[in-house]
């Protein structure tokens, strides 16, 4: 049982790029989020979905996609990095909107825009 | 509005004192969880401690508890017995249900830094 698995764990990416940052989950959970964390400003979602083929914007969607094709993944897409964009990003999954089992985090991803 | 405030940025415990970390949250739900996670070093997020607004107890998790004032809307956590292994970030959240404009997806505040000293 893998939990939340990220991938890469750390990028490098020149302004104007494009990537894709992976989250998949074995647990078959429904819920799954974005988040990206800054010094001094906690966790912020950028993107979050509560089903295959359903997702949502959060609190800073902007520069970023997401896709949700099957239970297990949910993909991040930066179209065209930006510095604004570096960051720590944690991707999160929840059987139910919220439990005493909380949300099972990624090990995060952490991305650098020169 | 932030929806999760907390107000220490940081905070200083003697190893096997108890400490108090202070959340408070704004929401126009019924059904509400709360949560709080904690942070090491190593950058993990490490579920705690869960409340849901129906429950009429404060949750218990070991050296962990959350005191639970609802009509005051706070939920701050309480370590009992700190250890040197208690130093990290501490984040509090909230998950809303669609009445309070939510997704069910938690909300987190900045956190608070805890640094236990020998």
């Known amino acids: 049982n893998a939990g939340v698995t990220q991938t890469p764990k750390f990028q490098v990416l020149k302004t104007g790029q494009s990537m894709t940052l992976q989250c998949a989950q074995d647990m078959n959970h429904e819920y799954m989020s974005w988040y990206r964390q800054d010094p001094g400003m906690g966790l912020r979602l950028i993107h979050y979905?509560?089903?295959?083929?359903?997702?949502d914007q959060g609190e800073v969607p902007n520069g970023y996609n997401v896709s949700r094709s099957t239970t297990e993944d949910f993909p991040l897409r930066l179209l065209s990095a930006a510095p604004s964009q570096t960051s720590v990003y944690f991707c999160a999954s929840s059987y139910s909107g919220g439990t005493r089992y909380g949300y099972t985090f990624g090990s995060g991803t952490r991305l650098t825009v020169v | 509005a932030q929806k999760i405030t907390q107000t220490q940025p940081g905070m200083f415990v003697q190893e096997k004192e108890a400490v108090t970390l202070d959340c408070t949250y704004d929401t126009s739900d019924q059904s509400y969880g709360l949560f709080w996670y904690k942070q090491p070093s190593s950058g993990e997020m490490i579920f705690l401690i869960y409340?849901?607004?129906?429950?009429?107890q404060n949750a218990t998790e070991g050296r962990y508890s959350l005191n639970f004032q609802k009509a005051r809307k706070s939920a701050n956590l309480v370590i009992s017995a700190s250890q040197l292994g208690d130093s990290a970030m501490y984040f509090c959240a909230m998950r809303e249900g669609s009445v309070g404009g939510g997704s069910y997806i938690p909300t987190f505040g900045r956190g608070t830094s805890l640094i236990v000293h020998p």
């Open positions: 979905s509560v089903g295959a083929g359903i997702t």
């Open positions: 409340q849901g607004s129906y429950d009429e």
